[in-house]
């Protein structure tokens, strides 16, 4: 069955604590993997698409990697203004998507 | 990048009443989404936008229930028809950007909220 699994639920850090968060799938014909940031009650900001293993994108704190089953979104030295639900999507074959259910990210001063 | 302009960003409507979303785009696309939100979970697809024919909806969605309407390649609406307090949700318009590094943007959400 094709998935999107995302890990932790919700995580809780200090400013400048660095972490990573894990986005595992199950997606047959895997055609690009897309980070985004939400804000509550606003629509997914697009972050990052990589698509291939191996391949990494960065952007300010944020550092995106991929291998053949999951990928992780690392993030350097976080700041409170980095808090939100970080979203991982897969796309599959006839341009269908699948969702993770996202992790919640609260970053304290 | 995309420009996805949608509204109204938020609306509390009354149950048995209809709201229409529209989605406007900065310029042509060939593929648009219509998503929802329900309080605390991820993306559901609603159906695809298809310009000059019906909408292709997902299991669970229905036309009378979801109408959808794309008059041409920058603009679609959707309805919440008959709604209940069930359908509150953040509704989400999304287009996908072909080519050789294709990505699917989203609009910034309408927030609604059923009585």
């Known amino acids: 069955e094709d998935q999107v699994t995302q890990s932790p639920e919700a995580l809780r850090l200090q400013e400048g604590e660095s972490s990573s968060l894990n986005c595992s799938y199950t997606?047959?014909?895997?055609?690009?993997l897309f980070w985004y940031r939400q804000d509550p009650g606003k629509g997914p900001e697009f972050l990052f698409t990589l698509y291939s293993a191996g391949e990494e994108k960065e952007k300010e704190r944020l550092k995106a990697t991929l291998t053949k089953k999951e990928s992780f979104l690392h993030i350097t030295a976080p700041k409170p203004e980095d808090s939100a639900t970080y979203l991982c999507a897969v796309q599959g074959n006839f341009n269908k998507f699948y969702f993770g259910s996202g992790t919640k990210l609260n970053v304290k001063p | 990048s995309a420009v996805i302009s949608q509204k109204p960003s938020r609306d509390i409507c009354q149950r048995g009443t209809s709201l229409t979303i529209q989605c406007q785009v900065d310029?042509?696309?060939?593929?648009m989404f219509w998503y929802r939100q329900q309080p605390g979970q991820s993306l559901t697809l609603i159906a695809t936008a298809n310009q000059g024919s019906e909408a292709t909806y997902e299991s669970g969605f229905v036309i009378d229930k979801f109408p959808i309407s794309r008059p041409n390649l920058t603009f679609s609406t959707l309805t919440v028809s008959n709604m209940s307090p069930e359908d509150s949700s953040i509704y989400l318009c999304s287009v996908l950007r072909v080519g050789s590094n294709e990505k699917l943007f989203f609009g910034s959400g309408t927030q609604l909220s059923v009585l």
């Open positions: 310029s042509q696309v060939t593929m």
């Open positions: 997606v047959s014909g895997l055609r690009g």
